[in-house]
């Protein structure tokens, strides 16, 4: 399939700033399932100053505004070809091995509430795979999707408690629930195309477990499946903050106001 994709995003200041430093982590990976036929980025209000791969193999591009701008403008507009694979990445590749996805996090970090939803999954399926279908389920039917419940700091444990929250959400207790089992898993950040709509309002997250045998697998909580077609991987890591499509520092004071335009659709 190729997906065109246009990508809008506006940082307003309430007064000008001294300093904006932003890492953008906005192109989309060439790889298994998935090739960048053409991606282009371009400013308005802002400079690019060095670009880098992490040790995700996330490309990172790190971008100032203008001395004292009021406002910066960061437009991604591509083309991608995907190829649908049931999810299934496969081996391991990159800076970071895999036991380093063992590791937790802050927002992954288990608790009370991570290992009841263990005991309520179980561990007596006829696969991995079929193991990490029904734990997808259950983390759905535990915390139903709803915006304006959570933000960017909520925990794995914070958002059972609350019992609603959208794919970030999703992703950090589906990671939290399969590296207790043993399992690496990573977050991952990217663009989905919608059967209902062209316009959104913000990029999709899902997650990826190692499976023997199989490698990195998708599993999509907030829809329920594993990556097809119509998903496109732009950034991976332990948890939302190390794949966050836009991070970074601010020198000023007064508000900060925050657009996104984005469209994803069939070319």
């Not at 991604?76 to 299934?88: K, M």
């Not at 959208?166 to 207790?180: G, K, L, T």
Request: net charge negative; aromatic share 8%.
């Amino acid at each position: 399939m190729l997906l065109k994709i246009s990508h809008l995003t506006k940082y307003r200041y309430e007064h000008p700033v001294r300093y904006v430093l932003q890492q953008l982590r906005l192109m989309p990976k060439t790889g298994v399932g998935q090739t960048v036929l053409r991606w282009d980025v371009t400013l308005e209000g802002g400079a690019r100053e060095l670009e880098f791969d992490d040790q995700f193999n996330n490309h990172v591009m790190l971008v100032s505004t203008n001395p004292e701008g009021t406002e910066i403008s960061i437009r991604c507009e591509g083309e991608v070809e995907t190829t649908d694979l049931h999810g299934i990445i496969g081996v391991n590749s990159g800076f970071a091995p895999l036991w380093f996805f063992l590791r937790e996090t802050p927002l992954t970090k288990p608790g009370v509430r991570i290992g009841k939803l263990i005991r309520e999954l179980g561990r007596d399926y006829a696969s991995d795979v079929a193991m990490m279908h029904e734990l997808s389920l259950l983390i759905a039917k535990s915390v139903p999707y709803r915006t304006g419940e959570t933000h960017a700091e909520t925990t794995a444990e914070e958002a059972l408690a609350t019992a609603n929250g959208v794919c970030q959400d999703h992703a950090h207790i589906f990671i939290s629930v399969v590296r207790q089992l043993g399992f690496p898993a990573r977050y991952v950040s990217g663009y989905l195309m919608m059967d209902d709509r062209i316009h959104q309002e913000a990029t999709h997250a899902w997650a990826e477990a190692y499976l023997p045998d199989i490698g990195w697998v998708g599993f999509d909580v907030s829809n329920g499946i594993s990556p097809d077609e119509r998903y496109v991987r732009v950034s991976t890591g332990l948890d939302y903050k190390d794949a966050a499509p836009i991070s970074g520092l601010r020198v000023g004071h007064g508000g900060e106001f925050l657009d996104v335009s984005l469209q994803v659709q069939q070319q």
